[in-house]
């Protein structure tokens, strides 16, 4: 008898059978729906799968990795994820922080998404790396991804702040709002915009850029350590 599908008369292995003896990378579990849930703590549990198309389970050895942005332990109170499928997976825990949290990382992550979309040789101009190492990310990686890919379709080699989006070429965006009501925050971030503004109009010269702010250039300079600005 046919099946209600091509194929569906035979075997077909499934992610549990590629990944026999190997590891499978499970992401945003945390979206997994409680039906699904259920099934994949069989499999853990077990460590049999049914292929689709046939009517007797094997045996698999799977390592799982699995990934989400969501706070599973809020999801388990509010019984949206299994508690036996947390604490099944609960085995090593890697917190990875937010991008906003590690801001050195952005130039590195940037090169690489550079590499990854670009056709061809694409440089990034010292101003547009400040304003992408300066702003929040609340969308992390995949907002990154995206803002890069963008801008490589708009400039012609090299990325520079006319070819990021307004509110990060800018310096809006969510970083302040991160900052929340903590005053030293706020002024140290209003600083850091003025100095890398003022380095930029003045192509790095900080005797220039001293005479913008209104400041010496061993205040300028000051300044500068103080709020770990590379110029």
Not at 80 to 98: K, S, W
Not at 201 to 216: D, M, P, V, Y
């Amino acid at each position: 008898m046919r099946g209600a599908f091509t194929g569906a008369d035979r075997p077909r292995a499934g992610l549990f059978e590629v990944a026999d003896r190997g590891t499978l990378f499970l992401d945003e579990i945390g979206e997994m729906s409680l039906a699904m849930q259920t099934k994949l703590l069989r499999v853990l549990e077990d460590g049999l799968v049914r292929p689709l198309g046939s009517d007797r389970a094997r045996k698999v050895d799977v390592r799982v990795i699995a990934a989400t942005h969501r706070d599973l332990d809020a999801l388990v109170r509010a019984r949206a994820f299994r508690e036996d499928l947390f604490y099944r997976l609960n085995i090593i825990t890697i917190r990875v922080p937010p991008l906003r949290e590690r801001a050195t990382d952005v130039p590195l992550i940037v090169q690489h998404l550079v590499a990854k979309h670009g056709r061809g040789p694409v440089r990034v101009t010292r101003g547009a790396m400040e304003r992408l190492s300066a702003y929040g990310w609340p969308g992390n990686v995949r907002q990154l991804e995206n803002e890069i890919r963008r801008a490589i379709v708009l400039c012609d080699g090299t990325i520079d702040r006319e070819h990021l989006s307004t509110e990060i070429a800018h310096g809006g965006g969510a970083a302040p709002r991160e900052l929340g009501l903590n005053v030293r925050a706020r002024i140290d971030a209003l600083e850091t915009e003025l100095v890398r503004d003022a380095l930029e109009r003045t192509r790095g010269n900080q005797t220039q850029a001293a005479k913008l702010l209104g400041l010496s250039r061993f205040g300028l300079q000051k300044m500068i350590k103080r709020l770990a600005i590379e110029a």
